[in-house]
């Protein structure tokens, strides 16, 4: 898989994923100390297997020792304290767990082109680790594929608002948490999939989706804040 960047937007291509209805799939997510991916530290590991129309009782979760402090304001809206960091187990030990538990499958993600794959790039790089190579769908850029006609850009919020999703009482930014939303997503891009007669996701550069915005005052300051409306 090869994702160009753009200032605003990014391409994906070399990417092939057949059989969509039939397969289980491994979604994740990432917290981490701030939004930025090519600055910030990882703080914790989500990931659940998916199967459409199923119920699969089988998940993962750890947290990641940060190599830089948690910004107050983070540490309230995903409820990781600097406190925990202290027995977290250290990056290399919690990614090779969770190599562990995705195996071989198709991963599943919601805007983590732009910020949960490149910050597990940086991390592994940083490590000496050799990242993953399983394919990775982006529910943001499946939806994108078939709704030539939105401009905004395909957030988590946006998503949660489109498909009508509650999610009253639901801690999100936590990550497993957050992989039962994406799951809840997946499964109506599944179906829109399904309606449209599509049984696979092909990557093309004739495809461009919006990238997210890291706000000016957070490059500037430098100093943490929140990971970015997915």
Do not use: W
Not at 41 to 62: C, N
Not at 143 to 149: G, L, N, Q, S, V
Not at 189 to 194: A, I, P, T
């Amino acid at each position: 898989m090869k994702i160009t960047f753009m200032p605003d937007t990014y391409i994906v291509e070399e990417l092939k994923v057949p059989q969509l209805h039939d397969r289980t799939y491994c979604i994740f997510d990432l917290e981490g100390t701030g939004i930025n991916p090519a600055e910030e530290s990882v703080t914790q590991f989500g990931a659940m297997y998916y199967k459409k129309g199923e119920s699969l009782d089988s998940s993962f979760t750890s947290l990641v020792r940060a190599s830089k402090p948690i910004p107050e304001a983070v540490a309230e809206l995903t409820g990781i304290s600097n406190e925990d960091m202290i027995q977290a187990p250290l990056f290399a030990e919690a990614y090779q767990a969770f190599l562990e538990f995705i195996g071989d499958k198709v991963l599943v993600t919601q805007a983590g082109y732009e910020y949960d794959r490149p910050m597990l790039k940086r991390h592994c790089d940083m490590n000496g680790l050799l990242m993953f190579s399983n394919p990775v769908l982006d529910t943001k850029a499946m939806f994108t594929y078939i709704h030539p006609e939105i401009s905004e850009v395909i957030s988590t919020d946006f998503l949660i608002r489109y498909y009508d999703l509650n999610t009253d009482g639901i801690h999100r930014h936590n990550a497993l948490v957050d992989c039962g939303v994406i799951a809840r997503i997946f499964g109506h891009v599944l179906n829109e999939y399904q309606d449209l007669a599509l049984d696979h996701f092909t990557a093309d550069e004739e495809h461009i989706m919006k990238r997210f915005v890291i706000p000016e005052m957070y490059l500037a300051a430098k100093n943490g804040g929140e990971k970015p409306d997915e």
